[in-house]
């Protein structure tokens, strides 16, 4: 959608239309107001968490257009007409019911406040690297803080997933659990 | 934080964002990835009056190669140009150099042009340009200029960009056989800013070129001890950590923060440019 957009004057609203989770919404907003604000307040999507609110802490990851972003530096109105996931929608497809069970298996939450960015940011690395390993998975999720579980338990659960995934596709997997 | 109010303009070609730039003047901020510009303002270092979103820009994204150069749009994504073939094959500094900007969820939306035009002293982008002699081509309502990388990073957050115009493109001259890149950097967190860093090509002709990042108000090239290390590989010797110091002192002079101080920075700027040199003599070695 390459259409021409304007809210005039600092304050005005303008008009967003985006699907989420498959379902498009339409509402009206300040230009100002980030995505993951615009999950829940507008939306009620409240699993996508608001840490720091400014790119730091991952909290707040969510996909656009099947790719991970921080919901906290993009506007709704910059993904106007995009596709966005949150964890609301990935889980209700059961693509990470694995990933999600190795995390409680593997004591890979406390407090759960980086959980959903944490699985969102593992899910795309298990999509996009199925041979991943320890040092890989540490890599990419050093944009998520989490201030409970000292990271260990974390990579763990995902290195595990990876494993079961590859053994179940029947390729040789490169992590340590 | 939430940004302070802003109106939001999202025009859909070149002609259209330098008309909003101009009508609005310096209360007008270009938007591009947003990766920097949102922190700045959700922490209220930035409260522009106007955004300009150049995002939806077709002519803005892209990569032309040619038999000697690789010119890419403003608006192509980090994570865009880590997996692509071309840059990989005719630019490997920028390649090598990609996974250390910022983190997976950051590189899907922040840009090449966003990070060269923000002219972050601490960011890797600047630094490659830098190493690699790229020009910056720049649009405006009275035209086209381009700008060469060392008169494009002018101080502290700032560049050639004048208010009213947008950097479009920027051109790279291609790798040629035998040029050696390099890259490496020194941060507290993975992909955090580096504290210091090194974008370094040893060129087919035995000729070093270092750009230094994190070392100074912008990034670096490192002249005397590009020299120094120049002659000592082309003897086929390893610098002494030592002498590339004292070259990076003269040549450098960097600031002291809370991340470190100009002394621990000259050190790790020392070490990394030791990094370099042992990777390019242990290439020369049959």
């Known amino acids: 959608m390459n259409t021409p957009l304007a809210a005039d004057g600092p304050g005005s609203e303008l008009e967003v239309r985006l699907s989420v989770n498959g379902r498009q919404v339409r509402r009206r907003i300040e230009a100002r107001i980030h995505l993951a604000d615009f999950l829940r307040h507008e939306l009620q999507l409240t699993a996508t968490h608001v840490g720091c609110e400014h790119g730091v802490c991952g909290a707040c990851t969510v996909r656009v257009d099947g790719e991970i972003v921080r919901g906290c530096l993009v506007l709704a109105a910059q993904v106007e007409g995009c596709e966005v996931t949150t964890l609301e929608g990935l889980d209700a497809t059961g693509a990470i019911a694995d990933l999600q069970q190795a995390f409680v298996r593997h004591n890979a939450l406390q407090c759960g406040f980086c959980t959903p960015g944490m699985l969102l940011c593992a899910a795309e690395l298990l999509e996009r690297a199925p041979t991943t390993d320890r040092a890989q998975i540490r890599d990419h999720l050093s944009g998520n803080y989490c201030r409970c579980t000292g990271y260990h338990a974390i990579v763990s659960a995902v290195a595990e997933v990876a494993r079961d995934r590859l053994d179940a596709a029947g390729g040789v997997s490169n992590t340590t659990v | ?286």
């Not at chain 2, 996974?99 to 042009?113: D, F, Q, S």
């Open chain 2, 1 to 286: 934080m939430k940004p302070a109010a802003f109106a939001y303009l999202r025009p859909d070609s070149i002609p259209a964002a330098l008309e909003a730039l101009a009508r609005h003047g310096p209360d007008a901020r270009v938007l591009a990835g947003g990766q920097s510009l949102m922190p700045m303002m959700a922490l209220r270092v930035a409260q522009p009056a106007v955004l300009v979103d150049i995002g939806r820009i077709q002519q803005l994204r892209g990569i032309h190669a040619t038999p000697t150069s690789i010119q890419i749009g403003a608006l192509m994504r980090h994570a865009e140009l880590l997996g692509s073939a071309v840059v990989a094959e005719r630019l490997p500094l920028i390649t090598l150099a990609l996974p250390h900007v910022a983190h997976a969820a950051i590189r899907n939306r922040g840009t090449l042009g966003g990070s060269l035009a923000l002219a972050d002293p601490a960011a890797e982008m600047p630094a490659c340009a830098l190493a690699l002699d790229a020009v910056m081509h720049i649009a405006g309502q009275a035209g086209r200029r381009s700008v060469a990388a060392s008169d494009f990073f002018q101080g502290l957050y700032t560049t050639a960009v004048q208010d009213g115009e947008i950097l479009a493109s920027v051109e790279f001259p291609a790798a040629i056989p035998g040029d050696k890149p390099f890259f490496d950097e020194v941060s507290r967190r993975r992909g955090d800013y580096a504290i210091a860093g090194l974008a370094a090509v040893r060129k087919a002709k035995h000729e070093v070129r270092l750009a230094l990042l994190g070392c100074g108000d912008r990034p670096q090239r490192a002249p005397k001890t590009e020299s120094l290390v120049a002659e000592a590989l082309n003897c086929g010797q390893q610098p002494v950590r030592s002498d590339i110091r004292d070259a990076l002192r003269a040549d450098l002079d960097p600031p002291s923060d809370l991340q470190a101080d100009a002394d621990t920075r000259l050190h790790l700027a020392a070490v990394l440019v030791e990094r370099a040199s042992k990777s390019w003599l242990k290439g020369d070695t049959p």
